[in-house]
């Protein structure tokens, strides 16, 4: 079974620029989840989804950070502008659906970002 | 979201027992989970256990549960260099299961 999968593994911009990140997740999983974790700390929750709804966004900054999941398989996360702070690593994660007897959540290889 | 707290570091040599501990504060979570992450790399489920167990033992890996405490911990049996890692603590939220992690705990093993 494939993993989770992300691209790119790794990303340089400057502060004020635009950035995209893509994740596939394991096939069948409908709940799709982008974590955040900065250096030294632990994954910390930015957006979770079920198949293409939002489930909880509370944590995502909206007002630089975007996601969408428009057909229930593929998810982007975009930050615009992007800030010094934002340099981290970002993961996505994907689960089958409550309920189906898996409490399983698969993580990706992530991507690095570093804003300069 | 809720705490989890760890530990940041625990050194031990080849061949002992490591056993890394965690709290958490989230009463009404129902699975907490052990992470593996290695430099560069993402994160590796290890376990998880059901908030209804007490333990669970899975090869080298004994997961320990208490409820009342909110206190799991991770009990590495004939630890390895391959071991040495970060291990974060998990436990799940009531919304949506998404997870509230530790800080991780470093483990360093010595031949």
């Known amino acids: 079974e494939a993993g989770v999968a992300q691209s790119p593994r790794y990303k340089i911009i400057e502060k004020r620029q635009s950035v995209a990140f893509w994740c596939n997740p394991i096939?069948?999983?409908?709940?799709l989840y982008w974590y955040q974790q900065i250096l030294g700390q632990g994954p910390k929750l930015l957006i979770q989804?079920?198949?293409?709804?939002?489930?909880?966004d509370s944590q995502l900054p909206k007002d630089r950070f975007s996601a969408e999941r428009l057909k229930g398989v593929d998810s982007t996360l975009k930050i615009q502008p992007a800030k010094l702070e934002d340099s981290a690593v970002y993961l996505c994660?994907?689960?089958?659906?409550?309920?189906?007897?898996?409490?399983?959540?698969?993580f990706g290889p992530g991507t690095r970002l570093t804003v300069t | 979201g809720e705490d989890v707290e760890q530990s940041l570091f625990l050194s031990v040599r080849e061949g002992d027992s490591s056993v890394i501990n965690c709290t958490y504060t989230?009463?009404?979570?129902?699975?907490l989970y052990w992470y593996k992450q290695e430099p560069g790399a993402g994160l590796q489920l290890l376990t998880y256990?059901?908030?209804?167990?007490d333990m669970k033992q899975d090869q080298r890996l004994t997961v320990l549960l208490n409820k009342k405490d909110k206190h799991l911990s991770l009990r590495i049996a004939d630890t390895q260099t391959g071991d040495s890692a970060i291990y974060f603590c998990a436990a799940d939220s009531n919304s949506g299961y998404a997870l509230n992690f530790g800080k991780g705990t470093s483990l360093l093993v010595t031949p």
């Open positions: 994660a994907s689960r089958p659906t409550p309920g189906q007897g898996s409490y399983e959540q698969y």
């Open positions: 989804f079920q198949n293409n709804g939002v489930v909880d």
């Open positions: 096939s069948g999983h409908a709940t």
């Open positions: 256990i059901f908030s209804n167990m």
């Open positions: 989230d009463s009404s979570s129902t699975y």
